[in-house]
Nanobody, 125 residues
């Protein structure tokens, strides 16, 4: 069964950090571009960051630049999202997704074919 499983979400105070993981099963992540997305209540799903198959191209949404870092470990079939200096507005369900399309426009959810179930991230004091 082809699936992605996110983990690492939770409740942290503003200014804190979390590391999300996206693990693949049933297929090899190495041949896919991977994106991280988030969706807050009442809002559309938005792209946070993505990484190409080489791990060298890593676009970020303006709202997270300098605070979030995406990385991949193909040997572990896992992609990570390190989130630092978290803000209340980062609160959302975070999803990872896989795509075999080109890396261009990789922050667009419509380009992705395989999605995880999401993990809740809540930033609150």
């Amino acid at each position: 069964q082809v699936q992605l499983v996110e983990s690492g979400g939770g409740l942290v105070q503003p200014g804190g950090s979390l590391r999300l993981s996206c693990a693949a099963s049933g297929f090899t992540l190495g041949g896919y571009n991977i994106g991280w997305f988030r969706q807050a209540p009442g809002k559309e799903r938005e792209g946070v960051s993505c990484v190409d198959v080489s791990g060298l191209i890593t676009p970020y949404a303006d709202s997270v630049k300098g605070r979030f870092a995406i990385s991949r470990d193909n040997a572990k079939n896992t992609v990570y999202l390190q989130m630092n200096s978290l803000k209340p507005e980062d609160t959302a369900v975070y999803y990872c997704a896989a795509s075999r399309r080109g890396i261009g426009g990789c922050l667009l959810p419509r380009l992705y074919d395989i999605w995880g179930q999401g993990t809740q991230v809540t930033i609150s004091s």
